[in-house]
């Protein structure tokens, strides 16, 4: 059957085309996909090319989808796997493979026929395989699409480590609960997402300070989540621009002055790396969430305090199975709402010019409806574009009784009056 797919050819060479899918053998699965976030790190992909880690180097005659944060449904099992899947059922997908044959595959770089920017994908044999083919439960798409990045937010909490005292030579793995807690640069798609988590989690910070240098940013993230709702959960929430000469000395103080036990670092900018150094408390973690561009990428960091407080780095890319189900069972349950990552959607036939702007469009999650045909448009402006025309306006009349935020009803209105693709 014919699929209609965004797919990379090379160094800033995307292309939306149709063709055909080979036919689908007894160890694979066809899936209609119905959505699909654009992460950064599919703008890194576009802009390297074959240089990316995960993207194949024969890309130019051998094209891949993009896309890696997609929610659909089963149209075709294949007999191999009739006893675990069925036609009709919502899936998502962990892309990130772990493959010991080959540790860079992942579905959105590596495959031909499969990624969340298309219509129609093959799910290969070896993603059943590996477990990474997840049941879905939830009532709409988009939270599918978001289980990825909001897996990665749970991932980077796990990633992080401490010291068991005495020299034991032991770490204990995640948050200190009932720490002290910073998210540096945190008013971003996925600094919303960390805040979220970390008020509503069972491991939680007593205290919790989340920068930015932009005051709309802050505001918006206050607005959704409010000091008075993280108090709720025991958390002292605090917003602090951090645009100022004395920045770690108010941070500091907010901590009475002992520094932080947990401080993750959302934005790849050496001073903010640099920051987050400073106010590190003893046995303090800094969590490098944020992933550069540039593989010569590095920042100060204050090695007195390595040595005497015992301070420490972590890293991650990425997440792991357990990391989505966690995700996945946290938004089912209302625990968690992704809602907040969203500022823009469109249909696919935005997604190469998105994809390829990526940085130079402002705001958080760009979210894509694969089955429609739709330029990007953000959620603030649809008031302003319901003027003309009606399915605008009522996406305005719809998100805003949700306090700005996209939602179920907005996606099932979009994908019952948008244009087909």
């Not at 900018?269 to 010569?296: K, M, W, Y």
Request: charged share 20%; glycine share 10%.
């Amino acid at each position: 059957m014919k699929t209609k797919a965004v797919r990379i050819y090379g160094e800033n060479d995307l292309r939306l085309e149709e063709f055909d899918l080979p036919e689908m053998k007894e160890d694979e699965i066809l899936m209609k996909v119905i959505s699909d976030s654009i992460c950064m790190s599919s703008y890194k992909a576009a802009i390297q090319g074959a240089k990316h880690k995960r993207v194949p180097n024969d890309v130019a005659e051998n094209p891949t989808i993009i896309g890696h944060e997609f929610c659909g449904e089963l149209v075709k099992v294949g007999k191999m796997w009739e006893d675990k899947f069925y036609v009709g059922q919502k899936v998502t997908i962990q892309p990130a493979l772990n493959d010991p044959e080959d540790i860079y595959a992942a579905p959105g770089y590596s495959f031909k026929y499969i990624g969340g920017d298309a219509t129609y994908v093959i799910v290969p044999r070896k993603v059943m395989e590996l477990g990474c083919l997840l049941n879905y439960t939830g009532d709409a798409f988009y939270y599918g699409s978001l289980s990825e990045p909001m897996a990665c937010i749970v991932g980077g909490f796990h990633t992080s480590w401490h010291n068991v005292p005495g020299h034991h030579y032991a770490h204990k793995m995640d948050i200190v609960p009932n720490g002290k807690m910073a998210i540096l640069a945190g008013a971003g798609p996925m600094g919303l997402g960390a805040i979220d988590y970390a008020i509503h989690r069972d491991i939680h910070p007593s205290l919790l300070v989340v920068t930015d240098v932009d005051d709309a940013r802050l505001e918006r993230a206050a607005s959704i989540y409010t000091p008075e709702e993280a108090k709720k959960y025991g958390v002292e929430l605090h917003y602090v621009n951090t645009a100022c000469d004395d920045a770690v000395e108010k941070l500091l103080a907010l901590t009475g002055g002992t520094g932080y036990n947990d401080v993750f670092v959302y934005a790849p900018v050496p001073a903010v790396v640099a920051q987050g150094s400073e106010i590190l408390g003893h046995d303090g973690c800094l969590n490098f969430f944020a992933g550069p561009t540039r593989t010569d990428f590095t920042a100060p960091f204050n090695f007195y305090k390595v040595h005497y407080d015992t301070t420490h780095i972590a890293g991650d890319s990425g997440s792991n199975i357990d990391d989505v189900i966690e995700a996945i069972s946290m938004m089912g349950c209302g625990k968690i709402n992704p809602s907040s990552m969203i500022t823009h959607v469109g249909g696919l036939d935005s997604v190469v010019e998105t994809t390829l702007n990526l940085p130079n469009i402002k705001g958080g999650k760009k979210l894509i409806y694969t089955q429609i045909s739709l330029p990007l448009f953000a959620i603030d402006d649809l008031e302003e574009m319901g003027k003309t025309d009606a399915i605008y306006a009522e996406l305005a009349k719809i998100t805003k009784a949700n306090n700005g935020l996209w939602c179920k009803e907005a996606e099932e209105y979009l994908l019952a009056n948008a244009k087909a693709i």
